[in-house]
């Protein structure tokens, strides 16, 4: 390993978007990769991180995986005045000014945050630095070295400052993994439905739980796959299971507009072959999350999942309503009807899936639905095998978002395998939901009522509701 007085400055120069996801995201890339790090700065809120690494090679793997980050560049100087920011370039090693010989070709790059900059202005900001002794072309289109220049102007965009708040400039070294997000976009995706999740998201999921190439993956409420696309897209051999046959096997009514019927091929399987990741699909059948039909021993490198919350989806496993028991000579193994599946039964049974079938250091990575106003950390599931690393919130609405949290195992069960511990906080999601200051001035029966009506007509889950789910 490199001696730590030769590693170098780096800043990851982050997408403004899903910020509570930035810092798991990295360091869930960094932990898989073994990585060697110290950070210097990882601010929880503002666009960027500094970190310090041995080699290029290490930021340029880092890249190959973030989708929360944009790029990263060898950070040459850093101040909080353009100034000082000057007199650390005009004073650099030499290992630095080695880019500025001659057969080099070069760019300079301008990018502020906060604060909108004209190419005038950004012409000039670049003409500020005629001091370097950069002595290559200029070439636009494809340089050999790409400087970039950064200055941030706080995070309040109804105040900004005349002056930024920090100065950066570097050495471009890699872009992230983003590219990829446009290739998975669910506009142009052969097979979406109502719930699809986005690339980004699907990415960022994957990402925390480090799947990486050869990893078994599965997803026990896989509906239209988006999960599985970002898990095959790393490597993955995926593989998924869902109470909902007509979902499943794609015959539900099209979700885009305009489309009056499903294709012969529109599936999870058909994504996969369009992508070209069919040599990583492994199947998805019907079944239920609350039986796991999974041999005892067999391990799984990764869970990803995002269960239904009783909102835009059912929330179903199999069963029977009927009190009166069945004699035991009509007894079968199959109950053909439905019946409703709580969100504290159904995290109960994925926290103790993921205790008995995950490998130890595997991850599950899922959603869960809250009511901002009650959340508390501490009434989130937990599971003596496994750890909770990682919890970031998305924001739905003032009143309500969805957190997703990654856990670890630590462990193999001992002994009860059924252990997972569920508080109330979860059991009522969808009841508290519709019972917010949210809906105001109708009853709130009324507003369920005509959600169902709605539903009944267009279709399940198509109805729009009081929250951007």
Not at 164 to 186: I, M, Q, T
Not at 349 to 354: C, E, Q, T
Request: net charge neutral; charged share 25%; glycine share 4%.
């Amino acid at each position: 390993m490199a001696a730590r007085h030769t590693w170098k400055s780096y800043l990851l120069w982050c997408a403004n978007e899903h910020v509570s996801f930035r810092i798991p995201e990295v360091e869930a890339i960094l932990a898989m990769y073994k990585i060697p790090h110290t950070w210097i700065e990882k601010p929880a809120e503002n666009p960027w991180m500094l970190i310090l690494m041995p080699s290029e090679d290490c930021a340029v793997k880092l890249m190959k995986r973030s989708v929360t980050v944009r790029s990263i560049i060898e950070l040459w100087a850093r101040s909080t005045t353009k100034e000082h920011l000057d007199d650390q370039l005009k004073t650099l090693p030499t290992e630095f000014t080695s880019y500025f010989k001659k057969e080099n070709t070069f760019k300079v790059v301008v990018d502020t945050f906060n604060k909108v900059t004209s190419q005038e202005d950004k012409v000039k900001k670049i003409e500020s630095f005629s001091f370097l002794p950069i002595l290559g072309t200029a070439n636009l289109k494809n340089p050999s070295v790409t400087y970039h220049y950064y200055e941030f102007f706080g995070l309040d965009a109804g105040r900004i400052p005349e002056n930024p708040f920090d100065y950066f400039f570097g050495r471009w070294v890699s872009n992230s993994e983003r590219s990829a997000v446009e290739k998975y976009s669910l506009k142009t995706r052969h097979f979406i439905g109502n719930t699809s999740m986005d690339p980004k998201l699907s990415m960022i999921m994957a990402n925390l739980a480090q799947i990486d190439d050869g990893h078994i993956v599965v997803d026990p409420f896989v509906g239209t796959g988006s999960l599985l696309v970002a898990a095959a897209h790393f490597g993955g051999y995926v593989c998924g299971t869902d109470i909902d046959y007509l979902t499943l096997h794609g015959k539900m009514k099209p979700s885009r507009a305009h489309q009056k019927k499903r294709q012969p091929d529109e599936d999870i399987k058909g994504n996969l072959k369009a992508y070209n990741l069919f040599s990583r699909y492994l199947d998805v059948f019907v079944g239920d999350a609350s039986r796991p039909v999974w041999r005892p021993e067999f391990r799984f490198d990764s869970i990803i999942t995002d269960p239904p919350y009783g909102i835009r989806e059912s929330t179903e496993k199999v069963g029977s309503k009927k009190i009166a028991p069945v004699p035991e000579e009509l007894a079968s193994p199959h109950f053909p009807s439905k019946t409703q599946y709580g969100l504290g039964d159904m995290y109960k049974d994925l926290l103790n899936f993921a205790a008995n079938n995950l490998k130890v250091n595997g991850r599950v990575v899922f959603w869960i639905p809250i009511i901002r106003m009650e959340y508390d950390p501490d009434l989130l599931p937990e599971h003596p095998c496994l750890e909770t690393v990682a919890n970031s919130e998305q924001i739905l609405n003032m009143h309500s978002s969805r957190r997703l949290i990654t856990m670890q195992k630590t462990m193999e069960p001992k002994e009860a395998v059924d252990s997972a511990i569920i508080h109330d906080l979860q059991y009522t999601f969808r009841h508290k939901l519709f019972n917010t200051g949210e809906i105001k001035g109708r009853a709130r029966e009324d507003v369920q009522a005509e959600y169902l009506t709605k539903r009944s007509k267009r279709g399940n889950g198509v109805a729009k509701l009081p929250c951007n789910e």
